[in-house]
Nanobody, 121 residues
Framework: QVQLVESGGGLVQPGGSLRLSCAPSETIFGNPTMGWYRQAPGKQRELVAA???????NYADSVKGRFTISRDNAKNTMYLQMNSLKPEDTAVYYC???????????????WGQGTLVTVSS
């Protein structure tokens, strides 16, 4: 089973920046759409941003203008640059791939283990 490995979370002050990364444990094919989701305590998981294999992006209204999603297809790696962070951005952030072809087998809705982002002074 292919896994997604996230990194880059941590504690940051309001107004600060963090960069999250997400990479699969092995090379994947299949032109997946990749996305970042987050789940704050007591709330449902929500989409933060997504990017297609062709580079089209969409963002939650709450992060537009502050967060930037990108991907390096050669490395199968996705990033989330988070600027002007607010306390309400505090959550566990998860990366997601909608589909992946790995060694001839298709996998769907693959999730990372999550990385905690805490925005606090």
């Amino acid at each position: 089973q292919v896994q997604l490995v996230e990194s880059g979370g941590g504690l940051v002050q309001p107004g600060g920046s963090l960069r999250l990364s997400c990479a699969p444990s092995e090379t994947i094919f299949g032109n997946p759409t990749m996305g970042w989701y987050r789940q704050a305590p007591g709330k449902q998981r929500e989409l933060v941003a997504a990017i297609t294999s062709g580079g089209s992006t969409n963002y939650a209204d709450s992060v537009k203008g502050r967060f930037t999603i990108s991907r390096d297809n050669a490395k199968n790696t996705m990033y989330l640059q988070m600027n002007s962070l607010k306390p309400e951005d505090t959550a566990v952030y998860y990366c997601n791939i909608d589909r992946a072809l790995v060694r001839g087998k298709w996998y769907f809705e693959i999730w990372g283990q999550g990385t905690l982002v805490t925005v606090s002074s």
